[in-house]
């Protein structure tokens, strides 16, 4: 059984820092790509970061970059996301994914599980 959690949410004042982790199991987590999502009240869930199979490549949402840093451990199976300079708009659910394959994508259609989210507030 595949299984992603998602941990390290929380409440934070903006400017604030957090680091979300998201622990996998039940396949072989270091032969795909992951990625970090969100989705805000009455909003779209949208695209956060991006990591391929090695942690070589990353990608991230215009609105996250050099801020947010994604990062993973394959010995631990274990994907990160330090969040930095933390603003009132990144409050939201955030949702690790397991893609279908080993290279960085940005469209959830490439993405096959998913996690429960943790909840993310950033007052102002």
């Known amino acids: 059984q595949v299984l992603l959690v998602e941990s390290g949410g929380g409440l934070v004042q903006a400017g604030g820092s957090l680091r979300l982790s998201c622990a996998a199991s039940?396949?072989?987590?270091?032969?795909?790509?992951m990625g970090w999502f969100r989705q805000a009240p009455g909003k779209e869930r949208e695209f956060v970061a991006a990591?391929?199979?090695?942690?070589?490549?990353?990608e991230y949402a215009d609105s996250v970059k050099g801020r947010f840093t994604i990062s993973r451990d394959n010995a631990k199976n274990t994907l990160y996301l330090q969040m930095n300079g933390l603003k009132p708009e990144d409050t939201a659910q955030y949702y690790c994914?397991?893609?279908?394959?080993?290279?960085?994508?940005?469209?959830?259609?490439?993405?096959?599980?998913w996690g429960q989210g943790t909840q993310v507030t950033v007052s102002s």
């Open positions: 994914a397991a893609a279908r394959g080993m290279t960085v994508t940005l469209s959830q259609d490439g993405y096959r599980y």
């Open positions: 039940g396949w072989t987590f270091s032969n795909y790509a």
């Open positions: 990591i391929n199979w090695s942690g070589a490549w990353t």
